[in-house]
């Protein structure tokens, strides 16, 4: 571009030199014309011929005269002679001289002027013979005058001839140099207007695109502004004017920080501008959307999110910032996060009231099912044990929903704690296939377990939450399966030092509608139409699972396809241990005789302590009420006694705290087997409980059957930490089978136990211990799943003893196992008939 | 060239032989006639030699090299004659005539020059007078009409109306 100008302009330069030199030419040519360099040559040159003819006229005179003017001659030889000067020199001389036909010429009129002036310069008179020779001088060299003057007319004539010609050549040239000037100038005309045109339309095409960039910045949504290195701002689209309330006419010119930045981030900003011009190391420059504030024009701060790019306007730098005044969306952020906190906060409130509701609810509960109880020992009509029955059962399915309701509220507070110890994974799956089959045989479904190889191991988990949850999923399987079978699988994938435990629960129901999936896992879904107990989903069973697997770090879920099937699977993390050996059993001093123990009831609510006084008065003890921790504990100290009812949450001081003091301090129930009452779910207190030296631990409502077992088990010699039928998890069975089946399971787990038994005592007889320890392995598995928790205990005892080598220990066991079986048993079926 | 170093010998020669000029300088006067013809002055050499001197060196279309010019100039000698009118018409020996008009004789141009290169001219040499412009010294001069009325061997005068 800079170059064609560059050579353009040179062109147009040198020709017009050119032309100036040519022009310039014509004019000295011009002058030359007009300075007449010769006078008249042709003149200067006949004029010899005529003065010499003169001459000669005058010398014939003079002879043909008798008085000749003799002065007259000598005028005119003078002229004569003068004439011959300018032939000779100056101008014209020039144009003979160095001429070949003229030198001949020139030499023979020299000749006759120096005859002649020699002749005349003679001294004294002209005389005749002088004029004569003077004739004869004139007449001989007129011939050569002649030529001479012929010859000047030919020199001349060609010379003004040449002078022409150049001339004309020299005006041939100029006019074409001329001509050639005025086409290079046509065709830079030409080029000119075709980049003039050109010029045009990319000024229109420019503009155009100008226009459109006008229009979308003046209907961009977004403000937009731009501002040149010293801050002042340069535009501002409409979009901006209505953010900032600043119109076009007022603000185009003024700075920034006067305007639309707010005081208080005016240095920052100067700062920011001042570092970014000097280094170009961009903070906010081109680093994407950032939230900042901005001034309207009336005053008001306000949120913005602000995008700043630069762009290089010749030496300047142009900033141009996209704003979006984003008050709104914060102010709905704002709206939102109130919400959701309001919402938390309800929903804590919500947590809190269940568990506060649940443990109001059990203490009153604790007072109606005892009394029931009670009612139930009193000799009653038909009729009034049935209306008993309905009173029961109904309190009971009251207090399951209490308790459902504390699990959900536990976990959803993060307050279920787990109690993660070395247990058998193959026993504690084996127990719950054990406990179920009976079931599944009566509904002729098949129960088919597959135990992957590497799982059967000791795991470092909380195995009876693992057992409620696989009691769960393979009780829901069995009673929504009409025929086929059910699988339970258990594999692993061993890392390092967990294993990813997969346990899949598959039946061949109807299956679950995929929109149904989710639901199914939701807490009180079907509470609404629970009635006849027919969908899965029904109560929380499902949902606390989930929540468990969760909380132990697996998940539970489901695939199911209609009329084909459902498989649940459990997969929980297990962290691998070696079996730990077997603890020894801690002996307790306590030996008494069955009947007439003396109990002191510390117990703060009075009707749980008058129900709890009497149901013990009505098994044949002696009791003793304290309606503190304080008062129990001074009661404890007067006398000793047999046991210790012991309510956790009392006024003055609670049951923890008194047992603890109870178990510090010398007395005489240091060592008295205390039992601790709980209105509170089994978790809550249960460390507590054990740190302060409770020796078992029962949740309200206390019912008389699992009152006569812990008493049951304060018979035995060597009996461990007191244990009673644990009623959560039966009561979890029976939620998972129903009533009848419920019934069924325990009855076939007793046929089975008394089976074992038969076959317990003749292989202690003959001394052959072969299928003994399977067999307590497996009703032990049982027992615990069913919530017998008391003949765990003395199937343990048994198991030491086979062990120990003692036949008569083993004997003993055996006999002592018995007894609590039987004991479970009407306590099992005590809390079954309370149920519906 | 050639001739003229003969005509200098020649000159040098006749001064030599003759003590005295050949040719009489005396009767070559400048006869000054008005309109009527009527003569009103003859100045002879040692006339205008007293009149104010003017005096130019340049060269001439007739001559070789630079070549000094003294005289007086025509204006002065009009003057002198108290001459007046629209032209003047000068004429030579050998009756060749111009005329110039009057507006075009200023105060210093021509000039009615009686010697060249400080020598007075005879007629041989285009003496006695000649009227010629100091043609280097402007080139508006050099024209034909000025040479043309550059007259030499110039012996009348006369004004013309």
Same mark, same amino acid.
């Given at each position: ?6 050579a ?6 040198v ?5 100036g ?10 002058r ?10 042709q003149?200067t ?11 000669q ?10 008085n ?75 011939p050569?005058?002649?030529q ?18 150049a ?20 065709v ?20 155009a695109?100008?226009?459109?960039l ?7 949504l ?40 707010? %005081? ?8 920011? $501008? ?20 901005a ?13 700043i ?36 906060? $309800?929903?804590?409130?919500k ?21 029931l109880?009670l009612l ?36 959803? $507070? ?9 247990f %058998? ?20 479904? #098949? ?17 009876? /939450? ?47 509608? %995929? ?23 029904d ?37 691998? =241990? ?7 059993? %801690? ?8 009947? #007439? ?63 603890? /003091? ?31 030296g $409770? ?5 309200k ?26 009623? =959560? ?6 939620? #998972? ?23 317990l005592?003749q ?6 211990i ?25 199937? *343990?005892?048994?198991? *030491?003893?086979?062990?120990? *080598? ?8 055996i ?20 149920? /519906? | 060239?050639? @001739?003229?170093?003969?005509?200098? !010998? ?5 001064l ?23 003569? +009103? ?14 005096? @130019?060196?340049t ?9 000094? @010019? ?6 002065? +000698? ?13 004429t ?18 021509? !000039? !009615?020059a ?5 020598? +007075?001219?005879? +007629? ?16 508006? @001069? ?20």
């Open positions: 571009m800079l170059a064609k100008r560059i353009t302009l040179a062109v147009i330069l020709l017009s030199l050119f032309l030199v040519l022009g310039n030419n014509v004019l000295v040519q011009l030359g014309l007009s300075i007449a360099e010769t006078d008249n040559m003149w040159i006949l004029q010899v011929e005529t003065e010499i003819a003169n001459l006229v005058a010398v014939l005179e003079a002879l043909t005269d008798d000749p003017d003799l002065d007259a001659v000598r005028l005119r030889s003078d002229i004569a002679l003068s004439r011959l000067g300018p032939v000779q020199n100056g101008r014209t001389g020039e144009l003979f001289r160095e001429n070949a036909q003229a030198m001949p010429l020139l030499a023979a009129i020299d000749a006759f002027a120096a005859s002649l002036i020699g002749i005349l310069d003679t001294p004294g008179r002209l005389d005749r013979v002088d004029l004569v020779e003077m004739r004869e001088l004139i007449v001989g060299i007129r050569d005058v002649r001479l003057a012929l010859f000047g007319l030919q020199l001349g004539v060609e010379r003004s001839e040449a002078r022409r010609v001339f004309s050549d020299q005006l041939w040239r100029t006019g074409a140099t001329a001509i050639a000037l005025i086409a290079a100038l046509g830079l005309l030409l080029v000119l207007d075709r980049v003039l045109a050109r010029a045009r339309q990319r000024d229109l095409a420019l503009r695109s100008s226009d459109r006008v229009s979308t910045v003046e209907a961009s977004d403000a937009i502004v731009a501002a040149d290195q010293a801050g002042r701002i340069v535009q501002f689209n409409s979009a901006a004017e209505r953010i900032f309330g600043w119109t076009n006419a007022e603000i185009l010119g003024r700075k920034m920080d006067e305007t639309i930045i707010p %005081p208080q981030h005016r240095n920052a900003h100067k700062a920011g $501008m001042d570092r970014y011009l000097a280094t170009h190391e961009a903070h906010v420059v081109g680093g994407g959307r950032v939230e900042l504030s001034l309207r024009k009336t005053g008001e701060e306000f949120p913005v999110e602000i995008n790019t630069s762009v290089r306007d010749g030496a300047e730098e142009l900033f141009i910032a996209y704003l979006r005044d984003i008050s709104l969306r914060k102010i709905n952020e704002q709206k939102l996060i109130d919400a959701r906190d309001r919402a938390l906060r $309800m929903d804590r409130a947590s809190q009231f269940l568990a506060v509701m649940s443990h109001e609810m059990r203490t009153p509960l604790n007072g109606v099912l005892g009394v109880d139930r020992t009193t000799k009653l009509t038909e009729r009034q044990e049935r209306y008993v029955g309905v009173a029961a059962a109904s309190g009971e399915i009251l207090l399951e929903h209490v308790n459902e309701a504390l699990d959900i509220t536990r976990i959803e $507070m993060g307050s279920m704690s787990l109690s993660p110890a070395p %058998p994974l193959r026993r504690c799956v084996e127990g719950v296939v054990d406990v179920l089959s009976p079931l599944a045989q009566e509904r002729n479904l #098949a129960l088919e377990l597959e135990f992957g190889t590497g799982m059967d191991r000791h795991f470092l988990a909380d195995g009876g /939450r693992i057992a409620q949850m696989l009691t769960n999923l393979v009780g829901n399987a069995i009673k929504f399966t009409d025929a086929g079978s059910i699988h339970v699988s258990v594999t692993g994938i061993h890392g390092a030092d967990a294993t990813s435990a997969t346990f899949a629960v598959r039946d061949t129901g109807p299956g679950i509608s %995929p929109e149904n999936h989710e639901r199914i896992f939701e807490d009180f879904v079907a509470l609404a139409h629970a009635e006849g107990r027919q969908s899965r989903g109560g929380l069973g499902l949902s606390i699972a989930r929540k468990t697997a969760r909380l132990m770090g697996g998940d539970l879920t489901v695939t199911s396809k209609m009329g084909e099937g459902s498989t649940f699977s459990l997969v929980l993390p297990l962290e691998r =241990v070696s079996a730990p050996a077997d603890a020894a059993t %801690p002996e307790l001093t306590h030996t008494r005789p069955v009947s #007439a123990r003396s109990i002191l009831v510390v117990e703060d609510n009075a009707i749980n302590r008058s129900v709890l006084h009497e149901m013990l008065k009505g098994l044949g003890h002696s009791v003793q009420e304290a309606k503190d921790g304080l008062e129990g504990l001074n009661a404890a100290k007067n006398c000793a006694v047999d046991l210790i009812i012991m309510d956790i949450s009392m006024p003055v001081m609670d049951g923890i705290e008194a047992t603890r /003091r109870i178990r510090q301090e010398a007395g005489p129930n240091q060592s008295t087997p205390i039992l601790g009452l709980t209105a509170h779910g089994r978790e809550e207190y249960r460390t507590q409980a054990e740190q302060a $409770m020796t078992a631990f029962c949740t409502p206390i019912r008389l059957a699992v009152l006569q077992e812990v008493l049951s088990g304060l018979d035995r010699a060597d009996l461990g930490p007191v244990v009673s039928i644990d009623g =959560v998890v039966l009561r979890e069975m029976i939620d #998972a089978l129903g009533v009848s089946r419920a019934r069924t399971t325990l009855d076939r787990f007793r046929s089975e136990f008394d089976d074992g038994i038969a076959l005592l292989e202690t007889e003959t001394g052959v072969a299928e003994m320890p399977a067999l307590v392995h497996k009703l032990r598995g049982a027992a615990a799943m069913i919530g017998l928790t008391g003949i765990v205990v003395h199937l *343990d005892v048994v198991s *030491d003893a086979m062990a120990g *080598d003692d036949p008569a220990a083993l004997t003993s066991a006999q002592s196992l018995r007894h609590a079986a039987n004991a479970a048993q009407g306590q099992a079926l005590d809390i079954l008939s309370t149920v /519906r | 060239m050639l @001739f003229r170093s003969v005509l200098t !010998l020649l000159q040098a020669a006749v030599l032989t003759c003590g005295a000029p050949v040719l009489a300088q005396d009767a070559l006067a400048l006869i000054l006639s008005d309109q009527a013809g009527q003569v +009103v002055a003859e100045y002879d050499l040692a006339d205008l030699d007293a009149m104010p001197q003017t005096e @130019f060196t060269t001439t279309i007739w001559t070789e090299g630079p070549v000094t @010019f003294t005289g007086v100039t025509l204006a002065t +000698v009009l003057d002198a004659a108290g001459l007046r009118g629209a032209s003047v018409s000068m030579a020996l050998n009756d060749y005539s111009v005329d110039i008009p009057m507006d075009e004789i200023t105060e210093t141009a021509p !000039l !009615l009686t010697r060249m290169d400080g020598e +007075v001219m005879s +007629v041989r040499d285009r003496g006695p007078y000649w009227i010629v412009y100091d043609y280097d010294a402007d080139p508006a @001069f050099q024209t034909e009409t000025n040479y043309a009325r550059s007259i030499w061997q110039l012996n009348r005068l006369r004004t013309m109306d």
